[in-house]
């Protein structure tokens, strides 16, 4: 197992009925944004309900807040924690509102121009840099990213999707009801469990470091996930699948998978350009890239590729090249039984446009991807070119 730093502050208030607990955990004094997306939290009452628990603090809104956040939107957000004197944020959202208001943290009091802060990527940005921060809550309306309780965001700007990571962009409380998930179109709650799928699938189908803990964690969130990812699409309101997606989908991405071991990050950071690009749901772009990834590097991932196939679809008979061809074929039929189209042409996308995404990958930096820093450009175009 590999040194590791593990920090997590974030306070999760997971269940039915917590809205009264942002009384408890927002200061009395606060003067409040409230960020929202396109309007489904107002629409379906959340944002009152919120208000009414805030009571007598001073409130603002700020709503508008697009899938995949954009940096001109968010600095409007800054403009007016800066003109009101915000003191705390509360976020309303999915992963795209509290990524965008993770950003107006940072940025609210940053000295120089905010638009410096994407370009950092993966490499947290030093604590001097940033300087004085806005603290902020969330309230999850979407289980997918594990943002609710991760320091990172993802910022879209021009043509590109900038990751954002600081220790200072923690939540310090997350609002985690299952039911506050129930309006969710099916859609989204399938991209919600691939994204949590994926996530994890990112920190344990590399190879082998003897983390055994980390590893049958990986192996239950994977086989969780399986268990209830159709009934959580399939009946929105079930309480106890949904429950389970929730919980899932926070702990794939909150550091404790990936603590000690190798991680890959190249389906996303392939996806990001897909979405980027052609406007595919960052879910979608992980069931489109990861299946063809798999098969690309199948020899790189081999042992962690052998192990999955045993522990996690109980994979027993057969070579080890045909348990690992059942293993990413069982992976694409899980993503599909969700109602998410695996190939690239399914969206509209053909083999023509490859070039263009290689191009982006290359003008991004992409060009030294996974847990051993040697897929290059050339694999890259392998893999989408496995994904048509
Ligand atoms: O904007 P509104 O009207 O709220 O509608 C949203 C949006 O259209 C809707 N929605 C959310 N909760 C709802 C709801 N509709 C009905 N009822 C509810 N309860 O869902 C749509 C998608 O929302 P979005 O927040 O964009 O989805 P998601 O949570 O999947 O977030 C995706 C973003 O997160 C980034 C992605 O790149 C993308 O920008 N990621 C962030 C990560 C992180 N911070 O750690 C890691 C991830 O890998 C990911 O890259
Ligand atoms: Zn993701």
Not at 100 to 118: E, Q
Request: charged fraction near 20%; proline fraction near 4%; glycine fraction near 10%.
């Amino acid at each position: 197992m590999f040194n590791f730093d593990f920090y997590n502050p974030t306070r999760i208030l997971f269940g039915e009925n917590r809205l009264e607990s942002i009384d408890k955990y927002v200061p009395a004094e606060a003067t409040v944004l409230i960020t929202y997306g396109g309007g489904s939290a107002k629409k379906s009452g959340l944002i009152n309900k919120i208000k009414t628990v805030l009571g007598n603090r001073k409130v603002y809104e700020f709503g508008g807040i697009e899938p995949n956040p954009r940096y001109e939107t968010l600095v409007k957000g800054v403009e007016i924690v800066r003109n009101e004197n915000i003191d705390f944020l509360l976020a309303v959202g999915g992963g795209s509102v509290i990524d965008g208001t993770k950003f107006i943290t940072l940025a609210s009091y940053y000295k120089g121009n905010s638009r410096d802060l994407l370009k950092y990527g993966m490499m947290p940005i030093p604590l001097d840099v940033v300087g004085k921060v806005v603290p902020f809550g969330t309230v999850l309306t979407l289980p997918a990213t594990g943002s609710e309780m991760n320091s990172g965001a993802v910022i879209s700007y021009e043509h590109g999707k900038y990751a954002v990571m600081s220790e200072l962009a923690f939540p310090k409380f997350s609002i985690l009801d299952p039911t506050i998930t129930f309006s969710l179109p099916k859609t989204q709650v399938a991209n919600g469990v691939i994204d949590a799928f994926v996530h994890t699938t990112e920190q344990y189908l590399t190879y082998p470091v003897d983390g055994k803990l980390q590893d049958r964690i990986a192996e239950g969130i994977l086989q969780t996930l399986i268990e209830i990812g159709e009934t959580t699409v399939v009946e929105p309101e079930n309480y106890a699948a949904r429950a389970n997606h929730v919980w899932c989908a926070t702990l794939a991405l909150n550091g404790i998978v990936g603590a000690g071991v190798p991680q890959d990050w190249a389906s996303h950071m392939i996806g990001h350009e897909l979405t980027a690009l052609f406007g595919i749901d960052h879910g979608q772009t992980l069931a489109i890239v990861l299946p063809s990834l798999l098969e690309v590097r199948r020899e790189q991932k081999r042992a962690k590729l052998l192990q999955y196939a045993e522990r996690v679809w109980h994979i027993e008979g057969g070579s080890d090249k045909e348990k690992i061809d059942l293993a990413i074929l069982k992976t694409r039929e899980f993503f599909e039984s969700l109602g998410v189209k695996t190939r690239l042409s399914q969206y509209g996308v053909g083999a023509d446009k490859i070039p263009v995404v290689i191009e982006q990958l290359k003008a991004h930096g992409m060009t030294a991807l996974s847990e051993t820093q040697d897929l290059t450009l050339d694999i890259s175009q392998k893999i989408l070119e496995g994904a048509v």
